[in-house]
């Protein structure tokens, strides 16, 4: 991500070539808080379930090579470049969903689900595929990252790469809620947020692998993800069964007034912002409490290979530089160590 929320346009330019040399970024194509004439964002407005055991869904659109099975919708990475994702055709402006995932294997393997705006709000669950006892939550606030790379934390989810689990993501105007199998690891409010950076405007939602350990990335990305990728040992597989989403607000398109980007900003044709809702508060007292910290060398954030050619993208996921430090917090919980695998 970026440091800054201005100056997009010239931070793309000046690392064009750099861009165009890795396979693994999140873009927005028209960022709503720096550029005027955005379209609004479809709405969703209402819920939906996905079961991608039975074929394509023409909720999502593809790019790269997703295939479908009796497992759900399978992205492989097979060689370097390989970067297969699905992405939803509408935004969502609060609401649930629920991802029912089984991680790819291999090191230096990513396999991701995110929610992630025009502005570059996101909401993110990764597994990396040397590591078959954690999941990754993350979140980011318009690509801001000058706090440094401290918000990702560690839940165990034994068994991510050998059975399907059940990893949601509950997000409101007032607090965001991870669970694993209907278990809640982590729960943060907006206050407790980095300041200004809680993410608060319409989402859509994405899906796929990379090849963090591509010998071609950065060092301190390669490191994060695992080691350098073997791809003569693949192919590696993430498997996606299914997906819930319920839509709080509702409508046929949500739209940006002015550059505050905060909720109360957002507007909707035809509907209501929380028009259904506002989640479930879940009390701080049954959330696990944070630990310990442990360092790391890379931000956690999806990429699927953005559209680098376009002056207007912006940067997200990765430290600009491959020796950027980033801090992961690590989340011990009694109650998420019994998870089946």
């Given amino acids: 991500m970026h440091t800054t929320v201005t100056g997009s346009v010239l931070a793309a330019l000046a690392l064009s070539s750099l861009l165009a040399t890795t396979t693994a970024q999140t873009y927005s194509t028209c960022n709503p808080l720096q550029q005027s004439g955005c379209p609004a964002d479809p709405a969703l407005g209402r819920s939906v379930d996905v079961e991608f055991t039975s074929g394509s869904s023409s909720e999502f659109m593809a790019s790269g090579a997703v295939s479908y099975t009796s497992d759900g919708a399978a992205f492989t990475i097979s060689q370097h470049g390989d970067a297969p994702t699905l992405s939803s055709k509408w935004y969502i402006m609060f609401g649930h969903v629920d991802f029912v995932v089984k991680a790819a294997p291999g090191t230096g393997i990513v ?10 709000d996101e909401i993110d669950w990764e597994w990396v595929g040397g590591d078959d006892s954690q999941a ?27 059975g399907f689990h059940t990893y949601s993501i509950d997000w409101t105007a007032d607090q965001i809620v991870w669970s694993i199998d209907g278990q809640t690891v982590r729960a943060m409010t907006q206050s407790q947020a980095e300041a200004g ?60 007034s002015g550059t505050s980007g905060t909720w109360q900003s957002i507007s909707s044709n035809g509907g209501q912002i929380n028009g259904q809702g506002n989640g479930a508060q879940v009390s701080s007292d049954s959330v696990p409490a944070v630990t310990s910290s ?15 050619s376009s002056v207007t993208a912006t940067r997200t996921g990765w430290p600009w530089s491959g020796t950027a430090t980033a801090t992961v917090e690590s989340v011990v919980s009694s109650s998420t160590s019994g998870l089946a695998s």
């Fill in 111 to 120: 396999s991701a689900a995110i929610l992630q705006s025009d502005c570059l």
């Fill in 136 to 162: 990754q939550s993350n979140y980011f606030g318009k690509g801001i990252t000058t706090t440094g790379y401290n918000r990702g934390a560690y839940h165990g989810a034994p068994g991510n790469h050998d």
């Fill in 197 to 256: 950076q809680y993410p608060q405007t319409p989402m859509y939602v994405k899906l796929g692998a990379w090849a963090g350990g591509d010998p071609s990335n950065p060092e301190g990305t390669i490191t994060w993800a695992g080691g350098v990728t073997d791809y003569s040992a693949g192919p590696f597989t993430m498997y996606v069964r299914s997906i819930h989403v319920t839509d709080y607000s509702t409508g046929s398109q949500y739209s940006y």
């Fill in 294 to 308: 442990v360092p790391n060398s890379a931000p956690l954030a999806f990429g699927n290979g953005g559209d680098s």
